[in-house]
């Protein structure tokens, strides 16, 4: 009886489930079979991780977080982290590649998707997650 050569990490993303961009992103990324599975959650659903990440002070209306193991990677390096765990197959995925591979090119860009998103949860009328419970600006 053969086992895995390495065994297969942790992997879960939480993400704002209200989000139409957010939905779509996570929808269409691929990430590679020998990576893992990926398990989607949903940030405004009580969940194990929501009360984890709540519990270290990782604000969800700032960004994604992605788990990898025992590790938490939030906003832009969660999305850094999660594009090199991707395919390259499919145009969405290369254009991820080419947008996400570079830590410092994802650390500028990410301000403008996480104002983007701010800006579309308004215009849909949602509201924030707020799991650190703080208000938010209007």
């Not at 009328?125 to 208000?135: A, T, Y």
Request: hydrophobic share 35%.
């Amino acid at each position: 009886m053969q086992e895995d050569a390495a065994p297969k990490r942790q992997l879960r993303l939480v993400y704002d489930g209200e989000c139409p961009m957010c939905r779509r992103y996570v929808r269409w990324h691929r990430i590679r079979t020998d990576v893992g599975e990926l398990e989607l959650i949903d940030a405004r659903q009580h969940s194990e991780a929501r009360r984890e990440l709540t519990a270290i002070g990782i604000d969800l209306d700032q960004g994604f977080a992605l788990q990898i193991g025992e590790r938490w990677y939030h906003g832009s390096e969660a999305l850094h982290r999660l594009t090199l765990l991707g395919t390259h197959s499919g145009m969405f995925n290369r254009l991820m590649y080419r947008l996400f591979a570079n830590p410092e090119r994802t650390a500028r860009l990410y301000p403008l998707l996480r104002a983007c998103r701010r800006g579309l949860l308004k215009v849909l009328g949602r509201k924030p997650i707020e799991n650190l419970g703080r208000e938010r600006e209007p």
